[in-house]
């Protein structure tokens, strides 16, 4: 990472919401659950929630055993392709294969986004497009936006743990689904 910030005398430069990210992300296995067909998941206090909009039912396991707790019916909501960021002073918006914070260009993209979402100091964040995973800043100072990508062999759906800064997808065998999690923050 790096900015071209220029310093005169007299003029205070600050550099505020800076985040260490690790150069190589390490997959730490957290559960494993029996192989389902699913659309969505999430993880909520100690419990996986795995949703099937087909069937129109959710499991949820205990995350530290995998056992299952309960099934039962869910209505599906709608769902929206904007998200407010944490300090709820931006919008985050995919339109026409472009990400967009309010009327700022943040990328253009030739596929598919799969996911994206904020950290939660509102000035980063990232996007899941063809098992690449891009983190940016919003900064731009300096005529650049500082970004970091790293390639992933996943697929959607994916979940991100915003407070903890966790981002959780399944690797899926025939027998078993297992979840993992990559911390994105150093």
Not at 59 to 64: C, F, N, R, S, V
Not at 141 to 156: D, T
Not at 171 to 176: G, V
Request: proline share 2%; aromatic share 12%.
């Amino acid at each position: 990472w790096n900015k071209v910030i220029e310093i005169k005398n007299g003029m205070v430069v600050e550099l505020t919401n800076i985040i260490l990210f690790p150069l190589e992300l390490k997959k730490v296995e957290v559960v494993k659950v029996s192989s389902q067909a699913f659309s969505e998941f999430a993880i909520n206090g100690g419990k996986l929630e795995i949703k099937n909009a087909k069937t129109k039912t959710v499991k949820i396991y205990d995350l530290k055993n995998g056992e299952l707790l309960t099934k039962s019916n869910f209505t599906l909501a709608t769902s929206t392709s904007e998200i407010i960021s944490p300090d709820k002073n931006k919008k985050l918006y995919l339109s026409s294969n472009k990400l967009w914070v309010d009327k700022d260009l943040i990328a253009d993209f030739e596929s598919t986004v799969d996911f994206f979402d904020w950290f939660n100091d509102s000035e980063h964040l990232f996007w899941l497009s063809k098992n690449e995973l891009t983190i940016a800043e919003l900064d731009n100072r300096g005529g650049k936006r500082n970004s970091v990508k790293y390639y992933l062999n996943i697929e959607s759906p994916v979940f991100w743990d915003r407070n903890n800064s966790d981002f959780y997808f399944f690797d899926k065998t025939p027998e078993k689904d297992v979840l993992y999690k990559i911390k994105l923050k150093v």
